[in-house]
Every structure is written in structure tokens, then in C-alpha cells.
């Protein structure tokens, strides 16, 4: 009996010594340094929206907008000397956009520059990943122009990782210099003002800085969540400049709106695995800034897994906020108050936006294709408590 | 705003008290693509266009703002 009770013991060891870890080896360490590339993110997507209440003409006429809008990520990585992963992201985006309203900045023109432009934005990551020590450093820049903006922004990142794995810190902090051209509606420019394709605007600063902290915890073997904590201030020219607005004395002036603006936005992330196929995805988020909005947003997500290789998951996201100090509705804004906007982004509403995604990673590529590792197609309808939907599709693929 | 600090502090002390010790050969849930703790890049023009048409933002991996035309 001893000897079958010290055989099983020993099989019972070797096979537990068959899952653990195996004690640091030259050859276990071994992790090729050549430049690797990781994976490939295309995104593609179509959104357009249709709206009674523009800015550009005070709260009244068209807010019909179309953006088709594109993105390529290029994820490099090596292993260095001290054997920390450094990764290189690279994307590049580009936006053609159409809007009804920027074409009433100058409606005499035929085709105003606004009325349709295009927006390039690159940008660059870069991180540190020390696995032995749960630390990641990263620092992030980017740069984006479209006709009448321009931004520069700069980032730095570094997340701590518990001994358990089961718990992340990540504090972050972004800069962005950006530069609005001062191109006011047609009627209101002083004489001599260039106008149409001529691109020789004054432009004025608008800087924006935000810092955030999320705290990511394991809870179960199913159960995750992460909580988020930002604060964000912005300085320099905030409103839009060819936002007109129509005061209740008849005259006609554009938005003028506090030369600051302090934001405070908590989000807690919540995900749940139910059973063997369905994943509750949900989110909620507080937010209050010092123009007077406090807003309220909730999403929950439903991901019901046909097989291990394709997904389905329709969605719902409820948003409600209140409206800024300064907000007025055509001919209702106050000519002598020195903050007026007739922009319904900024008014009290509700919206609603609902949809579905389908998730497609079969083990050997989509189509058959290997390099091909998933395809995802989104579609969302989104609607609005003051007359303004819109539709949006998604594509992602991933190369690796 | 102390308000919200106070419900944030609070969340978090829950949070760190009520998990439990999850080991690597546990997670096969939490590994799978789809319970990532952050917006999936095929959510992005809807976190951009969120931006643009709603007063708030950030604190969802998206911008808090800056960076575009945006408010």
C-alpha cells in the first residue's frame, strides 16, 4: 500500500511539475530581438447625420453631415537587452467630411472650403513593457490638421502591474496645442477679410491638458472591472468662431464662450462572462465641467458567442446632460451678456444610440487567409432628444 | 465635486476589499478578446462622434479634449 500511495504521489508531483513553471534557463529566457511586426488595424468607417438645429446659422437650419473616415495602425515590437519589450505604434488617419452648415459660413461662394474638407491625423506610441517588474513607460505623439484647425499633442503613460497580475495602476497626462483659424460668418467679417479658399486666417490658441488614473481589478474568474478618473482643463479661444448667434434684440453676433473650461470625468467598466458564451459588457460614466453641464452615460453590450470563432453583440448606450450656463436658443440669447451659444451639442438632452457588431476570428484566418485574424463590422443608430440622428458603420480587420 | 470624489474613494476601497486572488491558469474568461477594460478600436468613430455631438467627455479611453474641432 505504501509503495502504490508513494507511486501516486510521485506521478501526482510530476504532473504538477509538467504545469509549473520551469526555473530560469538560458534557452526559457531566450526572446529574439529583431524588430517583429505584431499586427496590422484597419479601420474603416461610414457616419452620417441628419439635424434641424446647426451652429453655424444659430440654432436653426441643416446639421446634414457625412464623414468617412479611415485609420491604419502599424504595431512593431523587440526585445531588448534586458529583455523589456518595447513597442512601437504607429497610425495614420484621414477624414473626408461634408457639412451642409459650414457651407452657411459663405454661403456666396459656390462651394465654401469648409463645406467639405478633409482631416489628416498621425500619430505615435512608443512603450516600455518590463514583464519581471509589472512596469510599462509610454509616451505618445500626434499631430492633426484640417482647414481651419490644427493640433499638436504629446502624451506620457506608465502602468504598474500587482505581483498577483490580477490589478493595474495607470496614470496618463496629454498636452495639446492646437490653433483654430478665426473664420467668422461672411456678414461679420471685417472688410478686407479674406475669404473662400483663401487660407490666411488669424488663428488664436486653444490648449487643452488632462490627467487620468484607472485602476483595473480582477474580481472573479469571470468578473473584471476598472475604474477611471480624469480631470481635463482647456485655455485659449473655446468657442467656434463662425457660430453665429441670432440675439433676441434682432441683431446678429457669433458664439462667445468662458476663455476656460475645468472637466471632471469618472467611469467605471464592468465585464462579465455568463456561462460559457455570453459577455455583459457594461459602462457607466459621471461628468461635470464649470460651463454647467453634468451629464450621465450607460452602456451595456451583450456578446452572444455562436461558436469560439464568431460573435454577435447588439448594444445600447442611454446619455442625458444638462445644458452649459450660457446656452439660448435662436433669438432668445441676451445681445448684452458676455457668454451666448446656440450650439445644441451644448444644450440639455437625452440621446439614444443602439446597434449591433458581429465579430468574426476563426482559428485559421478569415476567409480562410491566415495572415487574417479577425474581421468586425459595427452598425449604430443614434437619435437625439432635439431632432438630430445619425448612422454609423464600422469595419476593423486585423493583420498578423 | 467633493461629492464625486467621495463616491469615487468609496468605489474604490469596495473594489480593492471584495476581489479575490485569480491565478494565470484561471483567466481563461478574462483573456478572451472580447472582456478587454477598454473601448475596441471598431468603437472608435462612435467614442470621436460622441465627442463632437455631446457635452461630455472622456474617462472611456477617448479624448477628454483638444485634439480636433471639437469641443
Not at chain 1, 142 to 170: H, Q
Request: aromatic share 12%; proline share 3%; charged share 20%.
Amino acid at each position: 500500500m505504501k509503495k502504490i500511495s508513494l507511486a501516486v504521489l510521485g506521478m501526482y508531483i510530476g504532473i504538477l511539475g509538467s504545469f509549473s513553471q520551469t526555473g530560469k534557463t538560458d534557452s526559457a529566457n531566450y526572446k529574439s530581438r529583431k524588430l517583429k511586426l505584431e499586427e496590422v488595424n484597419i479601420v474603416s468607417s461610414y457616419y452620417h447625420q441628419e439635424g434641424e438645429h446647426a451652429a453655424a446659422t444659430g440654432g436653426i437650419g441643416s446639421e446634414k453631415l457625412t464623414d468617412i473616415a479611415n485609420t491604419i495602425e502599424l504595431k512593431l515590437y523587440h526585445y531588448d537587452k534586458k529583455y523589456r519589450k518595447r513597442t512601437l505604434s504607429l497610425e495614420a488617419g484621414i477624414d473626408y467630411y461634408t457639412s451642409a452648415s459650414s457651407d452657411k459660413i459663405d454661403p456666396k461662394t459656390i462651394s465654401s472650403a469648409s463645406a467639405s474638407d478633409i482631416r489628416i491625423y498621425p500619430s505615435v506610441n512608443y512603450s516600455i513593457e518590463n514583464e519581471q517588474k509589472g512596469t510599462t513607460w509610454g509616451l505618445n505623439a500626434s499631430f492633426s490638421k484640417e482647414f481651419d484647425y490644427v493640433s499638436r499633442g504629446a502624451g506620457i503613460s506608465f502602468s504598474k502591474l500587482s505581483k498577483d497580475k490580477n490589478r493595474e495602476l495607470t496614470l496618463k497626462a496629454n498636452a495639446y496645442l492646437d490653433r483654430v483659424s478665426l473664420i467668422l460668418p461672411v456678414e461679420l467679417r471685417p472688410a478686407g477679410s479674406p475669404r473662400g479658399d483663401d487660407n490666411n486666417y488669424a488663428t488664436t490658441a486653444r490648449n487643452s491638458y488632462d490627467a487620468s488614473v484607472t485602476l483595473s481589478q480582477v474580481m472573479t474568474q469571470k468578473f473584471q472591472l476598472s475604474l477611471m478618473a480624469e480631470l481635463a482643463f482647456q485655455k485659449g479661444f473655446l468657442s467656434m468662431p463662425f457660430n453665429r448667434v441670432y440675439f433676441s434684440n434682432n441683431t446678429t453676433g457669433t458664439e462667445a464662450l468662458p476663455g476656460s473650461r475645468l472637466k471632471v470625468p469618472i467611469g467605471l467598466r464592468a465585464n462579465y462572462f455568463l456561462g460559457d458564451r455570453v459577455i455583459l459588457r457594461s459602462y457607466y460614466r459621471y461628468y461635470q465641467d464649470d460651463w454647467g453641464i453634468k451629464a450621465h452615460t450607460i452602456s451595456l453590450e451583450t456578446t452572444v458567442k455562436l461558436n469560439p470563432f464568431v460573435s454577435l453583440s447588439p448594444f445600447y448606450r442611454y446619455y442625458t446632460q444638462t445644458a452649459i450656463d450660457y446656452f439660448a436658443p435662436y433669438k432668445t440669447n441676451a445681445a448684452a451678456s458676455q457668454y451666448h451659444s446656440s450650439d445644441y451639442d451644448l444644450s440639455a438632452f437625452h440621446s439614444g444610440f443602439m446597434g449591433m457588431g458581429v465579430r468574426l476570428a476563426p482559428e485559421k484566418g478569415v476567409f480562410g487567409m491566415k495572415k487574417f485574424s479577425m474581421l468586425e463590422l459595427r452598425y449604430g443608430h443614434y437619435n437625439r432628444s432635439n431632432a438630430l440622428q445619425s448612422d454609423v458603420v464600422t469595419l476593423n480587420i486585423k493583420l498578423k | 465635486m467633493k461629492k464625486m470624489f467621495f463616491y469615487a474613494g468609496g468605489a474604490i476601497t469596495i473594489v480593492l476589499a471584495s476581489c479575490t486572488t485569480v491565478k494565470p491558469y484561471q483567466k481563461m474568461y478574462l483573456n478572451d478578446a472580447e472582456m478587454e477594460l477598454r473601448g475596441r478600436r471598431v468603437e472608435k468613430t462612435e467614442t470621436s462622434f460622441h465627442l463632437y455631438r455631446e457635452g461630455a467627455s472622456g474617462a472611456n479611453g477617448g479624448k477628454a479634449g483638444g485634439g480636433c474641432g471639437c469641443n
